[in-house]
């Protein structure tokens, strides 16, 4: 009897544990935070600019996922930076989107009626992503911001931030392919620059997801540094 309740103790505190980060993750803004992480380093104050939200209170929600040990930061002279403390950060959000597009209805509504009408052509997966790029016949187009691109981007690609997309339409080779990507599966942009694309005459394609989804299939990325 001693040993069951131990199990039981056991399992009890364990779940405990777990329930710790369903609580850091059950925030819109916590995971928007994830989300804009996962491109990325940035500073607090970037982070709260483009969550929409106060530097003290994007400081709260990042000593919540830092709680966790879900993001890990450091200081440079008086600015401090956050990062996701593990590509297994970028693995959870990606579970967490797959079960929303399997099971809530609520998600595959939005996605039929926000995202589809911009480009319903299917996209192409990571791994098939890799295949076409190694084959020499497709060009990675990386249409986030540029300091993004710099943090980290697929092997080959040109930087084309969504906002100049248009400066960039007589420069891009229409003999080969162009696979576009932005943040993840949900981005906007990623499909109207695959519209754009195709009306002034490339043969584009959208990859399904961003950059933490290309590592997450095993592929390397390149950072500024390493360019």
């Given at each position: 009897m001693n040993k069951e309740m131990e199990r039981s103790g056991l399992r009890e505190q364990l779940q405990a544990q777990f329930a710790r980060v369903g609580k850091a993750l059950a925030s819109p803004?916590?995971?928007?935070?994830?989300?804009?992480?996962?491109?990325?380093?940035?500073?607090?104050?970037?982070?709260?600019?483009?969550?929409?939200?106060?530097?003290?209170?994007?400081?709260q929600h990042l000593q919540q996922l830092k709680?966790?040990?879900m993001v890990?930061?450091?200081?440079?002279?008086?600015?401090v930076r956050y990062s996701l403390a593990a590509?297994?950060?970028a693995s959870l959000i990606?579970?967490?989107?797959?079960?929303?597009?399997?099971?809530?209805?609520?998600?595959?509504?939005?996605?039929?009626?926000?995202l589809t009408p911009l480009n319903g052509q299917p996209p192409v997966a990571p791994e098939d992503a890799a295949r076409m790029i190694g084959q020499g016949q497709?060009?990675?187009?990386?249409?986030?911001?540029?300091?993004?691109?710099q943090s980290g981007h697929l092997p080959g690609a040109v930087s084309v931030p969504f906002e100049d997309l248009e400066k960039h339409?007589?420069?891009?080779s229409r003999e080969k392919s162009l696979l576009v990507y932005a943040h993840?599966?949900?981005?906007?942009?990623?499909?109207?620059?695959?519209?754009?694309?195709?009306e002034a005459g490339f043969n584009a394609f959208r990859m399904d997801g961003g950059v933490a989804d290309w590592m997450l299939a095993g592929q390397s990325v390149v950072s500024q540094t390493q360019a």
């Open positions: 803004a916590r995971l928007e935070i994830l989300h804009l992480l996962s491109q990325g380093e940035k500073p607090v104050e970037h982070i709260a600019r483009m969550a929409g939200l106060t530097v003290a209170n994007a400081s709680s966790v040990r890990t930061s450091r200081k440079t002279g008086q600015q590509l297994t950060v990606n579970h967490l989107h797959e079960f929303g597009n399997e099971r809530l209805l609520e998600v595959q509504e939005l996605v039929t009626t926000h497709t060009i990675p187009v990386d249409i986030r911001p540029k300091d993004e691109y339409l007589s420069h891009l993840d599966i949900y981005s906007e942009k990623a499909y109207q620059a695959v519209h754009r694309f195709r």
